[in-house]
Nanobody, 119 residues
């Protein structure tokens, strides 16, 4: 059974930083792409960042390029999202997701972690 558990969210002032983590189990982590999505109430869930199984390929939503960094640790089955220069519009629930590739995703979701950026 696939389990994804996100952590690291919280309340931060604009311009601050947060680091999110996602622990995955029930999959062969090292051969799966991983991604971070976010969803604000009333909006569609959107891809924020994705990383290939070996970490060599990464892609980011335009809104976070240059501010967010995705990384993975295949030895610990974890994926991280370092978020710097946070803005109020980054406020959302953040979820991690498992994929065959960074464009082809399974429909497994964790409970998410809330990120709130105050102005």
């Amino acid at each position: 059974q696939v389990q994804l558990v996100e952590s690291g969210g919280g309340l931060v002032q604009a311009g601050g930083s947060l680091s999110l983590s996602c622990a995955a189990s029930g999959i062969i982590f090292s051969n799966k792409a991983m991604g971070w999505y976010r969803q604000d109430p009333g909006k569609q869930r959107e891809l924020v960042a994705a990383i290939s199984s070996d970490g060599a390929s990464k892609r980011y939503a335009d809104a976070v390029k240059g501010r967010f960094t995705i990384a993975r640790d295949n030895a610990k089955n974890t994926v991280h999202l370092q978020m710097d220069s946070l803005r109020p519009e980054d406020t959302a629930v953040y979820y991690c997701r498992v994929g065959r590739t960074t464009f082809d995703w399974y429909n497994y979701w964790g409970p998410g972690t809330q990120v709130t950026v105050s102005s």
